[in-house]
T-cell receptor, first 115, second 114 residues
Framework: GAVVSQHPSWVICKSGTSVKIECRSLDFQATTMFWYRQFPKQSLMLMATSNEGSKATYEQGVEKDKFLINHASLTLSTLTVTSAHPEDSSFYICSATGQGLLEQYFGPGTRLTVT | AQTVTQSQPEMSVQEAETVTLSCTYD???????LFWYKQPPSRQMILVIR??????QNATENRFSVNFQKAAKSFSLKISDSQLGDTAMYFCAFLIQGAQKLVFGQGTRLTINP
């Protein structure tokens, strides 16, 4: 099956710094990637959708200047949390789908802790 | 707007028992897909089963089967002969044909007790 990786799996950063999370499709071309945020014991909240080579489409209420998404190739999307604050601490999950694929394939997630 | 509702926040059964997780959805679309995803303690999302709305036959994957009632907009998941490894959060999700975004339910936390 299609495999999606995320790096890092866990990151701690200081308040005010930026952190980048990578999402890679390992064995298929990801024409569309999604970034989700998940709080403990809650469902996944879609943050943005990115199509390769295009600007990401952000969901209502998500600050696009804070959560920078780049999808420059068919195998890589990045999420950069700029000027991180403790309230940005969360579990971030990416998923990807491609031409002819119906399902989204999920990465293992990244736990971000901002101190 | 499409919504997905999982009315059971938590469930607990004994190993080897059968358990049914409920899911209802609301849409005016006629062509769509429904999914059940499993999120174990590792937090990796895993697709359990998929149902195309145009198919009348209920999908089955080994011990997992669904009861899809299109008119009632209901999509329940039945787990037979439950195993300890089935302990996880289960999310019901909806996708309109041709669209990109999945709509998730709130999730049901299932615990299988030895």
């Amino acid at each position: 099956g299609a495999v999606v990786s995320q790096h890092p799996s866990w990151v701690i950063c200081k308040s005010g710094t930026s952190v980048k999370i990578e999402c890679r499709s390992l064995d298929f071309q990801a024409t569309t990637m999604f970034w989700y945020r998940q709080f403990p014991k809650q469902s996944l909240m879609l943050m943005a959708t990115s199509n390769e080579g295009s600007k990401a489409t952000y969901e209502q209420g998500v600050e696009k200047d804070k959560f920078l998404i780049n999808h420059a190739s068919l195998t890589l999307s990045t999420l950069t949390v700029t000027s991180a604050h403790p309230e940005d601490s969360s579990f971030y999950i990416c998923s990807a789908t491609g031409q002819g694929l119906l399902e989204q394939y999920f990465g293992p997630g990244t736990r971000l802790t901002v101190t | 707007a499409q919504t997905v509702t999982q009315s059971q926040p938590e469930m607990s059964v004994q190993e080897a028992e059968t358990v049914t997780l409920s899911c209802t959805y609301d849409t005016s679309e006629s062509n769509y897909y429904l999914f059940w995803y499993k999120q174990p303690p590792s937090r990796q999302m895993i697709l359990v089963i998929r149902q195309e709305a145009y198919k009348q036959q209920n999908a089955t994957e080994n011990r997992f089967s669904v009861n899809f009632q299109k008119a009632a907009k209901s999509f329940s998941l039945k787990i037979s002969d439950s195993q300890l490894g089935d302990t996880a959060m289960y999310f019901c999700a909806f996708l309109i044909q041709g669209a990109q975004k999945l709509v998730f339910g709130q999730g049901t936390r299932l615990t299988i007790n030895p």
